[in-house]
C-alpha cells in the first residue's frame, strides 16, 4: 500500500463491492490472505487491535468511516479531500478536535522532495520575502479519465468539483508556500475541451473517429503496465469504471479549465492554472515562486529545481529523489509518516485536518467565485481552521 507494505501487517479490507477488493487485493498480490469484508463496522469490531486506518471511499463516504474510526481512538490515513461538502469538511474537523484524534490527510506534496526543497529555499530566505506564486497543474490524458470518466469523480455532488477533488492539495501547497493564512480568493472557469459533442455517440464503440480521439482508451492502452508511470493517479487507471463511455457525452459536471487567485494576509499573491487540455509532455506540475531577492522553479516530473539569486544572475540547480513510488517520490515519504503515526503517539504529520479543511474551504469558494464572478473573503475559513478547540 502506497510502496510500503512492507512496513506493516494489512490485517482486513471493507468495501461494499467484492470488485473493489479484489482489485485492490490483486494489485497487492494479497488475494486470500487477508479478511474482507461488506461493512466497514463489522470489520472494526472484529479487528479490535488494529493500529490504523486508511480511509479511500469516494468523497462523500468519507465522513461516516472517519467519524466511527475517530470514535474508536484509530490513527487514520484519509485520502484528500477529506469532504465533499463544506459541512462534511467541518464534520471531520470538529470530530477530531472533540476526539482528539490523529489524521493523516493524502496531501502527498507536502512530501514530495520537490516542493520540500522549494519550502526549504524560502525558509531559508534565499529568495528573500516572497511575493508571488505561480502552480500550474496540467493532468495527463489518463489521468482525464480517471477524472471524467469515474462514476463518481465525474459529478459535483460526489466529489465536491474539480478542483476539491483534483486540486485541494496543490491549493495547500500554495499556502504552505506562502507562509501565510488566505484572505482573498478569486476564480474564473468553464467547460471547453470536454463539452458535449452531439456529433460523436454516447458509447466509444459507436464512434467512427476513435483512431482521432485522444481519450479513445480500449483495454490494451489502460491496463498497460507502462501506464501506471505515465500520471501520478497510476493504478487508479484499474478502478475507472467506464473508460468505453465517451468523454464528451458521459454527463459530467466538472469544470475541465480554471484559474484562481489567492491574496494571502502577508501580502503574498498566488495564481494556480489547471487545465485538462494538454497531453504528453505539455502536461505536469509547474511552480515558481518570485521573491524580494531572486525566484526559484521546475516541474515536478523533471526531478530538478532551480534557484536564481537576482543580485548575481547565477542558478542553482537542485536534484530531487523519485523513487518511483508516484508524485515525485512523495507517496512513500507520505506512507511512512503514517506509519510513524501509528509508532509514535506524539508525532503529528503536516498534512493536518486543519490544513484539509481551509484548502477545501478554499476549492468550494473559488467554485462559486466562477458562478458569481466576484472575489470572495475566506477570513472565516481560516479563523475556523486554526479554532482551539
Known amino acids: 500500500m502506497y510502496g510500503a507494505k512492507e512496513e506493516f501487517d494489512l490485517v482486513a479490507v471493507a468495501d461494499p463491492h467484492a470488485a473493489n477488493r479484489k482489485t485492490l487485493l490483486g494489485l497487492n498480490n494479497l488475494v486470500g490472505l487477508v479478511k474482507e469484508y461488506d461493512d466497514y463496522r463489522t470489520m472494526l469490531d472484529e479487528n479490535p487491535d488494529v493500529h490504523g486506518v486508511v480511509i479511500s471511499t469516494p468523497n462523500h463516504f468519507h465522513v461516516e ?71 500550474e497543474e496540467i493532468p495527463h490524458v489518463l489521468t482525464v479519465s480517471v477524472m471524467f470518466r469515474s462514476d463518481w469523480r465525474r459529478f459535483r455532488q460526489f466529489s465536491g468539483g474539480m478542483m476539491n477533488e483534483k486540486c485541494c492539495h496543490d491549493v495547500d501547497m500554495l499556502n504552505w508556500l506562502a507562509g501565510s493564512d488566505p484572505a482573498f480568493i478569486s476564480s474564473i472557469g468553464g467547460v471547453k475541451t470536454l463539452a458535449p459533442d452531439p456529433s460523436r455517440p454516447e458509447r ?5 473517429i476513435t483512431a482521432d480521439c485522444a481519450y479513445y482508451l480500449p483495454s490494451s492502452t489502460y491496463d498497460h503496465p507502462d501506464q501506471i508511470n505515465k500520471a501520478n493517479d497510476g493504478l487508479l487507471y484499474k478502478f475507472t469504471r467506464d473508460n468505453s463511455a465517451c468523454i ?8 475541465d479549465h480554471q484559474q484562481t487567485l489567492i491574496e494571502y494576509r502577508n501580502g503574498v ?6 487545465d485538462f487540455s494538454g497531453s504528453g509532455k505539455t502536461t505536469g506540475r509547474y511552480l515558481k515562486v518570485f521573491g524580494t531577492h531572486g525566484a526559484l522553479w521546475g516541474k515536478l516530473e523533471e526531478n530538478e529545481i532551480r534557484l536564481h539569486d537576482k543580485q548575481t ?8 529523489t523519485d523513487d518511483g513510488s508516484g508524485h515525485g517520490g512523495a ?5 511512512d509518516a503514517f506509519i510513524q503515526m501509528m509508532d509514535d503517539p506524539a508525532y503529528e504529520p503536516e498534512a493536518t485536518v486543519e490544513a484539509a479543511y481551509l484548502s477545501s474551504l478554499m476549492c468550494f469558494r473559488a467554485d462559486e467565485s466562477v458562478e458569481s464572478r466576484k472575489m470572495l473573503p475566506l477570513d472565516d475559513a481560516a479563523e475556523f481552521a486554526h479554532l482551539n478547540p
Request: overall charge neutral; proline content about 4%; aromatic content about 6%.
Open 65 to 135: 468511516p472517519t467519524v466511527e474510526c475517530l470514535r474508536r481512538n484509530l490513527v487514520i490515513a484519509l485520502e484528500k479531500p477529506i469532504a465533499e461538502t463544506p459541512e462534511g469538511c467541518r464534520q471531520i474537523l470538529e470530530a477530531k478536535r472533540w476526539h482528539g484524534g490523529r489524521i493523516l490527510v493524502g496531501f502527498v506534496l507536502r512530501s514530495s522532495p520537490f516542493f520540500q526543497q522549494a519550502k526549504r529555499w524560502i525558509d531559508e530566505g534565499r529568495i528573500g520575502s516572497v511575493v508571488s506564486i505561480q502552480a
Open 269 to 274: 499573491t498566488a495564481s494556480l492554472t489547471v
Open 331 to 335: 507517496d512513500r515519504r507520505h506512507a
Open 248 to 255: 464528451f457525452n458521459n454527463g459530467h459536471d466538472l469544470y
Open 204 to 208: 466509444c464503440a459507436d464512434c467512427d
Open 313 to 320: 544572475d547565477e542558478v542553482e540547480t537542485v536534484a530531487v
